[in-house]
């Protein structure tokens, strides 16, 4: 159980172009997911916090015009990387927290989506 | 606030020899702690996680954590690498009542010889 999904894993794409990128908890339901960015051989650097339902709440330094998020349902939260440039190029994850109970703490990551913007 | 150091940035050991990957954090309430493995160009997957209970916490692959409140360490070990332990570790703290995400320590790469 709590498996969370991401699509695409790979993309690559044109400067200026619009890329969206899918995150799906495929067995659970998430009030909250979380969308982070890793540089090569770096940690991860959380960019915005996703709530079903809100407005997503971005990290000092993270520009929400051009990261949107959208948390339509209590299964998928979208992140949409407007006007790409090569520097948005990254390896970017997802992860879902479990609504309610005990476990609510708990976080399940997704595979990742690679972003090369060319 | 709150924070999480791993104070090896590398770490290589042969194969059959014990693993030691050193993690402290420092937190303003009562912390839970994980630590996640990373494969080149993968997702995370969660090792182990301490959420108050017991202290010497068991994980996945032969893994090991003890939770340290008096040195705020939470240092994962395993006593006989194999090559496929090869990977990136994040220590990472939670602290649900600060209302805080996931933070993330800098990681540790491990290198496995044979």
């Known amino acids: 159980g709590a498996v969370v999904s991401q699509h695409p894993s790979r993309v690559i794409c044109k400067s200026g172009t619009s890329v969206k990128i899918e995150c799906r908890s495929l067995d659970f339901q998430a009030t909250t997911m979380f969308w982070y960015r890793q540089f090569p051989k770096k940690s991860l650097m959380l960019m915005a916090t996703?709530?079903?339902?809100?407005?997503?709440?971005?990290e000092q330094g993270v520009e929400k015009d051009k990261f949107l998020i959208n948390h339509a349902s209590l299964t998928l939260s979208t992140l949409t990387v407007t006007s790409a440039h090569p520097e948005d190029s990254s390896f970017y994850i997802c992860s879902a927290r479990v609504s309610g109970g005990s476990a609510s703490y708990e976080q399940y990551f997704g595979p990742g989506t690679r972003l090369t913007v060319t | 606030a709150q924070s999480v150091t791993q104070l090896d940035s590398h770490v290589s050991v042969s194969e059959g020899t014990p693993v030691l990957l050193r993690c402290n954090y420092s937190s303003s309430y009562s912390p839970s702690l994980f630590w996640y493995v990373q494969h080149p160009n993968k997702g995370l997957q969660l090792l182990l996680k301490y959420t108050s209970a017991a202290t010497l916490v068991k994980g996945i692959n032969g893994f090991e954590a003890e939770f340290k409140k008096s040195e705020t360490s939470f240092h994962l070990t395993k006593p006989s690498a194999h090559m496929s332990d090869a990977a990136e570790y994040f220590c990472v703290v939670s602290v649900p009542q600060a209302g805080t995400a996931l933070i993330f320590g800098k990681g540790t790469t491990l290198s496995v010889s044979s």
């Open positions: 996703s709530n079903e339902g809100s407005k997503a709440t971005y």
